[in-house]
């Protein structure tokens, strides 16, 4: 993409075309997004017979509920901490990943096949590969079975399935790649000839992470940020599977809430965490331009 | 994902990103560090899941977890013959159904798009943040809001209406983005060229960006194809009343307890494989077309 003058300047002519060859795409994500977040809107404002149906209305008492409600604060502190342990874990991994590809691995072909190694899993069922720990974690999984053998226990660990240690385990396990991408990325475009001139001038490794590398891998950073933070605060089916109903989030709260149709409690909730989601990201978009990240 | 497949014909070539660890010579003590903490990441990211494929080929008395009870495809008949276990077969078939329109309709919208985005028009950054908004929205809820919004219309939920235009609000914007990073390395010189030697527009698009373009368009194929056959949140309140595979997934995780469920995976996986190897294949193919035609 070029860098253009402002869109202030740019010829009607231009303008028109650049909408027909958006116009496509716009049809899809006005149905399709705006739409139902908008009717999602209007179902938090509406009340319920208690049975599915929504009676036109603009009452406040949804929002009320959620908010007097002594659960909507534990959901929203699980839903944080399964947020930060995630994160914490997801970046500490992904930025030594990819920097392992990008500095360490000196043959590109083979960064790239290693790159590649990483990427395959995402493109396979998600539910596929929480349920993969079954065997693993269980109660007769097999680190059970190895630690038993090994006698560092002597009766099976019960927390390893089926709490909150197994839901961030599923969790790291499946977005881990969406911290290695962005961070690859900005990472691959470093100038390898900074790094060494910093080393001829008696830089220490140290002194190269602290002032060159982590501060030109931000933008990568704050990407997978994105990205992470959205989908764990957005997710219910980890929560609910791995924790084996043990635990629960804002989002599958909300889908406990459907199930009885509760739409409007649902839709009040939900408004409240794309509200929360809204904030974290702008806070987060405020530190990068993203557009000129993915399209530079 | 997206950047790494663009990137393959170029950081084969170029100087600039021959790999170059900190030091040359002899490996510092860090690259043995990283490279054991990629390889257990690796081992992480693979081993369970090859547990399950293992897993699924027990025989009649196999359970959930190892050791392995006989070996048979007993639980892969079982899948696809069992009514205990839902309609495999039919959820099978619409999600390739499905798959295979949100692949075309991605494509085509996803290059427009990109087009589109090459240069700056009026209201071009409130398009793109719209598409990240749908990007990240909890796709639960949308499916919840878009669920909603058919019934409010008077539209009967399906598959291949509500479900797909959900599919599409999350397969669009990888995508465009997939495009961006693609798009990127178009030179504008090659289609300015093609106008020089009198091509239309129309001709320049056809002949010069869908051919130098095609092994990204490959990509935005597998990112709608793998996405969509393997999307479960926006899916589970637009599907109407007959499931997608991963609906039917996840209701078998809720109450089968044999290796059917894991001989699901193990097909389901197989398909994504497939598809994924013949994209990845089509692309170092054309690739390999290029560099043999420029050498002879």
């Known amino acids: 993409m070029q860098p253009s ?101 000196r043959n590109q072909l083979l960064a790239i096949g290693l790159f590649l190694l990483c990427t395959v899993p995402f493109w396979t069922s998600n539910i596929i590969r929480m349920i993969s720990w079954i065997p693993l974690l269980g109660k007769e999984g097999l680190i059970n079975q190895a630690l038993l053998a090994l006698g560092v226990i002597r009766q099976p660990l019960e927390v390893l399935l089926f709490s909150d240690l197994a839901v961030v385990i599923a969790y790291v396990h499946q977005l881990t790649i969406f911290m290695i991408v962005p961070i690859f990325n900005s990472m691959a475009r470093i100038d390898k000839k900074l790094i060494e001139a910093a080393i001829d001038a008696g830089a220490s490794r140290f002194d190269i992470m602290r002032l060159i590398v982590v501060p030109m891998s931000k933008s990568g950073i ?75 | 994902m997206s950047a790494v497949l663009a990137d393959m014909p170029d950081s084969v070539a170029p100087e600039t990103t021959k790999a170059i660890a900190p030091s040359k010579g002899g490996r510092p003590w860090t690259f043995y560090v990283l490279a054991t903490l990629f390889s257990l990441y690796v081992i992480a990211l693979y081993g369970p899941m090859f547990c399950i494929y293992i897993l699924s080929f027990q025989d009649i008395r196999g359970g959930l977890v190892f050791p392995m009870k006989g070996h048979s495809l007993h639980w892969f008949v079982d899948l696809f013959t069992q009514v205990r276990t839902g309609d495999v077969k039919g959820s099978f078939d619409r999600s390739i159904k499905l798959a295979v329109i949100v692949t075309i309709i991605t494509v085509a919208v996803s290059f427009l798009a990109g087009l589109g985005f090459r240069k700056r028009f009026c209201g071009d950054t409130f ?170």
């Not at chain 1, 319920?48 to 929002?63: K, R, V």
């Not at chain 1, 599977?241 to 409690?265: I, K």
């Not at chain 2, 373009?213 to 996405?227: D, E, K, Q, R, S």
């Open chain 1, 222 to 296: 704050a990407l997978g940020t994105i990205f992470v933070v959205s989908i764990v605060m957005g997710d219910f089916f980890v929560v609910k599977v791995m924790s084996g109903g043990g635990s629960a989030s804002v989002v599958s709260a909300f889908y406990e809430d459907v199930g009885v149709l509760q739409y409007p409690t649902a839709a009040a909730s939900a408004v409240l965490l794309t509200l929360v989601l809204v904030a974290i990201v702008s806070l987060i978009l405020r530190t990068v331009d993203i557009r000129q990240e993915i399209t530079r």
């Open chain 2, 127 to 296: 398009v793109f943040y719209m598409m990240i908004g749908s990007l990240v929205a909890p796709g639960l809820v949308l499916g919840l809001g878009t669920g909603l919004l058919f019934q409010a219309l008077g539209l009967n939920a399906s598959w291949y209406t509500s479900a797909l235009g959900a599919q599409l609000s999350w397969t669009l914007p990888f995508g465009v983005l997939v495009m961006f990073a693609v798009m990127s390395r178009f030179d504008h010189v090659w289609e300015e060229a093609a106008y020089d030697l009198g091509a239309s527009r129309w001709q320049s698009i056809r002949l010069v960006m869908i051919t130098v373009l095609a092994p990204g368009l490959v990509a935005v194929a597998l990112f709608g194809f793998t996405l969509s056959y393997d999307e479960f949140a926006r899916s589970l309140q637009t599907a109407g009343s007959l499931n997608t595979l991963p609906l039917e997934i996840w209701s078998m995780t809720l109450n089968v307890t044999s290796p059917s469920l894991y001989a699901l995976g193990t097909v389901t996986t197989i398909v994504s494989f497939i598809v994924i190897g013949a994209s990845l294949g089509s692309i170092v193919l054309i690739q390999k077309k290029r560099g043999s035609r420029v050498r002879g």
């Open chain 1, 5 to 105: 003058p402002s869109s202030a300047q740019t010829p009607p002519r231009a303008n028109l075309a650049g909408w027909l060859y958006v116009s496509p795409l716009v049809l899809v994500l006005v149905p399709f997004f705006v739409a139902p977040i908008l009717v999602v809107l209007a179902a938090s404002f509406f009340a319920t017979d208690g049975f599915g149906g929504l009676t036109p209305d603009f009452t406040l008492a949804s929002y009320i509920d959620v908010l007097h409600s002594a659960l909507t604060l534990k959901l929203y502190l699980a839903t944080i901490k399964f947020t930060a342990l995630t994160w914490v874990f997801t970046l500490i991994i992904g930025f030594f990943v990819a920097y392992f590809l990008v500095f360490h691995v």
